[in-house]
């Protein structure tokens, strides 16, 4: 199983220092993510200052750009990295689509589908010399001459990882992505009874099987060297899964368990003025749904929980922590997970 960090830095120095110190601990990749800050300039400094660690993007906002202003960065992060850029993309929501960005919104799986398809000829132009001729519902692509035509990436067009929850998305991922992102907010149940035979549909339709393909899981994990740390990542996790439970698009892998009153409940008090809404839901998360999204345990029984539970599920992995804990904690985990059973 492959690990990666988080960059949660944005200075140069901060970012080089980051990028080091996950190549030296043993990660796999470092991912950027799109909410304060634009999510592939940080991508330039760490990976000239690594060997070996891969880079990507866990999520950059697709809908924000037109698939030809895309395809240029992420063909030229590819070529900077070596041939170790991997593009991760979300869909965002319509709100933040619209009135953030000013750009359309309509038919999220099918746009994005078309999207990731766009980018693939795109790339095929540059890397393979194939005429550029595409044209979709959403996005058309016609005209590339050699005097915008950047030469061929190294190791070719990047990698794209979609994520979803939702099982139209999770099926789009599967026919034209080469990997999916699942959101922190999913169960093993969810991704065994729902995520996966979503994908594996998607990847039949394109012809393809599971090992053409990587699920990587940003996974909730609550976990202290101390009766007081664990208690604040517990406390953190809580609140976490309680404002994702919130979300009426989430709802789905809380029915799976039976849980769809809890939901309302999480919805309505999130729209409340209640001055303690926040603490009232994480009060409503109990031990069962904490366990059913979260890895809870000390240092040393994480990376074997996380085998027990998720090992034939995915492919990577990432720890989402909901609170502050120092990186050290990690390093274990991470070779722990990285040495072959």
Same mark, same amino acid.
């Given at each position: 199983m492959k690990v990666d960090g988080k960059l949660n830095v944005w200075s140069t120095a901060e970012v080089v220092e980051e990028a080091r110190h996950h190549e030296k601990a043993g990660y796999d990749g470092l991912w950027a993510s799109e909410s304060k800050h634009d999510p592939f300039l940080p991508l330039v400094l760490a990976a000239e200052h690594t060997d070996r660690l891969e880079v990507g993007t866990a999520i950059a906002v697709a809908f924000a750009r037109s698939p030809m202003q895309l395809a240029y960065t992420a063909?030229?992060?590819?070529?900077?990295?070596?041939?170790?850029?991997s593009l991760g993309l979300g869909s965002q929501i319509k709100p933040h689509i619209e009135r953030r960005f000013d750009m359309p919104? /309509?038919?999220?799986?099918?746009?994005?589908?078309?999207?990731? /398809?766009?980018?693939?000829?795109?790339?095929?132009?540059?890397?393979?010399?194939?005429?550029?001729?595409?044209?979709?519902d959403f996005y058309s692509h016609t005209l590339m001459s050699p005097f915008f035509s950047p030469p061929p990436a190294p190791g070719g067009a990047p990698k794209v990882f979609v994520a979803a929850v939702g099982q139209a998305m999770t099926r789009v991922a599967g026919e034209v992505a080469d990997g999916l992102l699942a959101h922190g907010f999913t169960t093993e149940r969810y991704l065994?009874?729902?995520?996966?035979?979503?994908?594996?549909?998607?990847l039949t339709a394109s012809g393809r099987t599971r090992a053409d393909f990587a699920v990587s899981h940003l996974l909730l994990t609550a976990t202290g060297r101390?009766?007081?740390?664990?208690?604040?990542?517990?406390?953190?996790?809580?609140?976490?899964?309680?404002?994702?439970?919130?979300?009426?698009?989430?709802?789905?892998?809380?029915?799976?368990?039976?849980?769809?009153?809890?939901?309302?409940?999480?919805?309505?008090? /999130?729209? /409340?003025?209640?001055?303690?809404?926040?603490?009232?839901?994480?009060?409503?998360?109990?031990?069962?749904?904490?366990?059913?999204?979260?890895?809870?345990?000390?240092?040393?029984?994480?990376?074997?929980?996380?085998?027990?539970?998720?090992?034939?599920?995915?492919?990577r992995v990432s720890f989402y922590t909901a609170y502050e804990i120092d990186a050290e904690v990690w390093e274990p985990i991470v070779q722990e997970l990285r040495t072959p059973e």
């Open positions: 063909h030229d992060l590819q070529t900077y990295a070596g041939g170790r850029f919104w /309509s038919r999220p799986a099918a746009r994005m589908r078309e999207y990731v /398809s766009a980018l693939h000829a795109i790339w095929a132009a540059w890397n393979e010399g194939e005429k550029l001729d595409f044209r979709g065994r009874e729902v995520t996966l035979p979503t994908v594996e549909a998607g101390t009766e007081e740390e664990m208690t604040r990542a517990i406390d953190g996790t809580r609140a976490q899964i309680a404002f994702y439970g919130s979300t009426p698009a989430y709802r789905g892998v809380l029915e799976l368990h039976g849980w769809g009153e809890l939901g309302d409940e999480l919805h309505a008090l /999130s729209t /409340s003025r209640r001055e303690d809404k926040w603490e009232a839901m994480s009060r409503l998360v109990d031990d069962e749904v904490l366990h059913a999204f979260a890895v809870v345990a000390e240092p040393a029984r994480v990376a074997g929980e996380i085998r027990r539970r998720y090992g034939a599920l995915v492919d």
